[in-house]
């Protein structure tokens, strides 16, 4: 559990998801004083994963802008690391482009 909130509250922001709305998970960090205790879900919880997948799945995906730097995004948990390649610009409606 612990990883796996520590991953999703990483890309939190790249999401557009709010703290609040990921409380439920967050509380299953709360429950057990072993963090690598089995844990079961809690519907609150549920919910919440199902926005995060939502949130994944509809982040919409861009072409190579040319004149805007290619950066490289590194996601590491412990089995596994994501690299995604994106680009920054503050003056795009949405700043952050995966592409």
């Given amino acids: 559990v612990q990883k796996l909130l520590e991953t999703i509250n990483w890309v939190r922001p790249l999401l557009g998801l709010t703290t609040t709305q990921l409380t ?3 509380q299953l960090l709360k429950s057990d004083k072993y ?6 879900l809690t519907k609150g919880a549920q919910t919440a994963l199902r926005e995060v997948e939502k949130a994944i799945e ?7 802008t ?5 950066n490289l995004y590194v996601v590491i ?3 596994h690391a994501l690299g995604l390649l994106g680009q920054w610009n503050t003056q795009w409606k949405d700043p ?4």
Avoid: D, E, G, V
């Fill in 24 to 26: 439920p998970l967050f």
């Fill in 35 to 40: 963090l690598l205790s089995p844990q079961s």
């Fill in 58 to 64: 509809t982040k919409q995906a861009y072409c190579l």
């Fill in 66 to 70: 040319k004149n805007q730097s290619l």
């Fill in 77 to 79: 948990n412990l089995y």
């Fill in 96 to 99: 952050l482009h995966f592409i």
